[in-house]
């Protein structure tokens, strides 16, 4: 069963479409095990701001990075809390790039090797000339240790 109902699949595709050719990225809040109730955040990708303040500790552009404003995580963290929700789903598109979970995917994921959120799913959408062209979901399998591709939501023929 997917974490997200389709009304969440819509907003996701349309704010990886609004933000092209930069990535979008955002949280999904709710209930394992059920999609009912699905709360949707669509963050803010700070990454142009980073890039521009510090372009050597930051060397990607918003057009293949994003990172959300802390102060903003802490609250959807908060938000969470105080609804007795979990992070289900963290979204980000890949402009002009297929639907994968790149190594700087990872590394944002991943503390000391372990995942920062182990329940939650990521959904990559892979946006070509403003079109969204595939969504893929992956989740950290505990046993291989690694992120793998859960399910395949969606494949738009050309």
Same mark, same amino acid.
């Given at each position: ?9 819509? !907003? ?14 955002? &949280? ?5 095990? /059920? ?15 980073? #890039? ?6 930051? !060397?990607?552009?918003?057009? !293949?990075?994003?990172? &959300? ?12 809390? +105080? ?8 979204? #980000?598109? #890949?402009?002009? #790039? ?6 700087? $995917? ?5 503390? $000391?090797? +372990? ?10 959408? @892979?946006?070509? $000339? ?8 992956? @989740?950290?399998?505990? +046993? /291989?240790?690694?992120? !793998?591709?859960?399910?395949? &939501?969606?494949? &738009?023929? @050309?």
């Amino acid at each position: 069963m997917s974490p997200l109902t389709e009304e969440n699949l819509k !907003t996701i595709r349309e704010h990886a479409v609004e933000e092209y050719p930069y990535e979008c990225c955002g &949280i999904v809040l709710g209930k394992v095990g /059920t999609a009912d109730n699905n709360i949707l955040y669509r963050c803010e990708n700070i990454q142009n701001r980073l #890039h521009e303040k510090d372009p050597e500790t930051f !060397t990607r552009d918003a057009r !293949t990075a994003f990172y &959300i404003d802390p102060k903003e995580l802490m609250n959807i963290l908060k938000d969470a809390q +105080d609804k007795k929700l979990e992070i289900k789903v963290f979204y #980000h598109s #890949h402009p002009e #790039h297929d639907a994968y979970f790149s190594e700087e $995917d990872k590394r944002m994921a991943l503390f $000391d090797e +372990d995942p920062l959120y182990p329940n939650a799913d990521y959904l990559v959408v @892979s946006v070509y $000339d403003q079109k969204v062209k595939r969504e893929v979901l992956f @989740s950290w399998n505990t +046993d /291989t240790k690694e992120f !793998t591709e859960k399910q395949d &939501i969606m494949l &738009i023929q @050309s």
